[in-house]
């Protein structure tokens, strides 16, 4: 859960975000609860964007009418594919069909603000899969699509299943191929890229997202949970029972902080900067002055060179090719 701080204020928080699809399997009036805790505790703007993230299969009609009415306005909805073998890959509990009535039931109640997550590069997934799985989204009345390329994590059964041979990855060229195909097609509907994996209809970007990336103070409540104000950040115990054990003995569950110093803020930042909406040099010198800037002056000429980015009104920015090779640049980079 997760409460981001307006970009112009340092009282009043603009977004609050449900994190994890956990929120939908809750009663509507026990979020309805928390809600109302925030107010009379935080400062919270009226037209604050409130977002609930959830998955098909896990809420019906009226439950999202209800979560509509306690004044969720933003539903993000962890659809995956519209492919039902590749859902079946993913252990997904729901189906093709389960995901589209999902959107167009939120939709049919109210929610102007439909996000949606994709993943692409899955093995076996041709291009023409794809490029299926991203007409359907275009076609359905959503406003946001985040597309994420497959990620083996360790200790996973996909991760097993990849190191017994059972399954096979497809190769970085391929995945660069499929990405650069998202952007193509997403943008020539009026999708804007605004972050590596996000696409947006102008006027609905992520508040939540935007806080992240532009390195912005949050707060964040729960097992697991990350806040990050003033260059400070901590992190809660992981496990609900020491979580909940924790804030009943001592009125916090923070299981460790770090201070963030200059180099590490500046990384940070950079780093943020280039996976979105572009390093603004003139931003960049107000908050570190401008002698990295000229350190890596023929670095950036290099990325020109190579087409992977470009200069526009004092902000450098990644082109699609350029973002194909984001976190390579990065590298090189910090």
């Not at 994709?118 to 899969?129: A, E, G, V």
């Not at 972050?195 to 806080?211: D, I, L, M």
């Not at 280039?274 to 950036?300: A, C, H, P, Y």
Request: charge should be negative.
């Amino acid at each position: 859960m997760f409460y981001s701080k307006d970009y112009n204020s340092d009282r009043i928080f603009s977004s609050i975000f449900f994190g994890g699809g956990t929120p939908s399997l809750m009663q509507p009036e026990y979020l309805a609860e928390i809600i109302t805790s925030l107010k009379q505790n935080y400062s919270i703007s009226d037209v604050a964007e409130i977002t609930m993230e959830t998955n098909p299969g896990t809420v019906d009609m009226a439950k999202l009418k209800k979560f509509r009415q306690i004044g969720i306005n933003r539903i993000s909805i962890g659809i995956q594919s519209f492919n039902d073998d590749e859902l079946k890959f993913l252990t997904r509990i729901h189906d093709k069909s389960t995901a589209i009535q999902t959107v167009l039931e939120a939709h049919a109640i109210g929610f102007e603000n439909i996000s949606i997550d994709l993943i692409f590069n899955l093995p076996k997934q041709s291009k023409d899969k794809w490029e299926s799985n991203l007409q359907i989204a275009m076609e359905l009345p959503i406003n946001h699509i985040s597309t994420y390329s497959l990620i083996l994590e360790r200790g996973t059964i996909l991760n097993k299943m990849v190191l017994d041979g059972k399954v096979t990855l497809q190769d970085e060229d391929y995945d660069a191929e499929l990405y650069e195909m998202t952007i193509d097609s997403l943008t020539q509907k009026g999708f804007l890229q605004y972050e590596v994996s996000n696409f947006t209809k102008a006027g609905y970007e992520c508040r939540h997202n935007n806080a992240y990336w532009r390195y912005k103070d949050y707060l964040s409540f729960g097992p697991s949970s990350h806040s990050f104000v003033n260059r400070k950040r901590w992190w809660n115990y992981s496990s609900l029972k020491r979580y909940i054990s924790e804030i009943y003995k001592n009125g916090t569950a923070t299981a460790g902080f770090e201070l963030i110093n200059d180099e590490m803020a500046l990384n940070e930042y950079v780093m943020l900067a280039m996976r979105s909406k572009g390093l603004d040099t003139n931003e960049f010198i107000s908050l570190f002055g401008g002698n990295w800037l000229v350190q890596k002056n023929d670095f950036f000429h290099e990325i020109e060179k190579g087409r992977l980015g470009f200069m526009n009104n004092g902000i450098f920015q990644l082109t699609k090719s350029g973002y194909a090779v984001c976190d390579e640049i990065l590298s090189k980079l910090l």
